[in-house]
């Protein structure tokens, strides 16, 4: 299965490259308005797009962690812990343009599903492209829940494989703006 090519975000406004077997979940759930989410097909892996208020007070490295413990904040994570921070070369990007700058985070957070006790590690890779002109924290957060005992997936299985680090870069990568209106009059 092929990527999902120039799919469309936020009503058009941006769009990217999604990985094999992307589940756009507002077509099964809710999903705030600032949020574009997709689930894997097969596995409990996420993405996650959100535009953000430009978090001003914090700069650098700091941004990309703060932006990581807010969502631990919200998530109720029980614990967390940032592997790495590193910059992402602005030249990569799709939107290098309007990007001030980009951050790459890995880390790991323990948190409890929905009406579960046990809290599991879940692997979060985070891009942060911050939109200074826009005022907006662009975050893309890609989640890796450990993978679960899947005995019936075999061979036969027509499911799409996981996805990798690679896929959320190209996510990332290939994020591209269209509509600058979405941010409001400038």
């Known amino acids: 299965m092929e990527p999902t090519r120039d799919y469309p975000l936020f009503g058009g406004a941006f769009s990217t490259i999604l990985p094999p077997g992307a589940i756009d979940v507002s077509e099964l ?4 308005d600032n949020q574009e989410v997709f689930c894997h097909r097969a596995t409990d ?43 992402l070369p602005l030249e990569n990007l799709a939107l290098r343009d309007c990007c001030h700058e980009a951050w790459v985070l890995s880390g790991k957070q323990q948190v409890a599903k929905e009406n579960h006790q046990v809290a599991k590690e879940v692997t979060l890779h985070q891009a ?28 036969e299985n027509l499911s799409p494989p996981p996805w990798s680090l690679g896929d959320f870069e190209q996510l990332v990568t ?13």
């Open 45 to 87: 892996q996420s993405l996650i797009v959100e535009l953000l208020e430009l978090q001003a007070h914090v700069q650098g490295e700091e941004a990309a962690i703060y932006h990581f413990e807010d969502i631990g904040g919200v998530q109720g994570a029980r614990a967390a812990h940032v592997d790495a921070v590193r910059p």
């Open 174 to 186: 290939s994020l591209t703006l269209h509509d600058p209106n979405i941010f409001g009059p400038q």
């Open 29 to 32: 759930r809710p999903v705030p």
């Open 128 to 155: 942060l492209l911050r939109l200074t002109q826009y005022q907006t924290d662009l975050l893309l957060t890609f989640n890796q829940p450990p993978p679960e005992n899947r005995s019936s997936l075999g061979p």
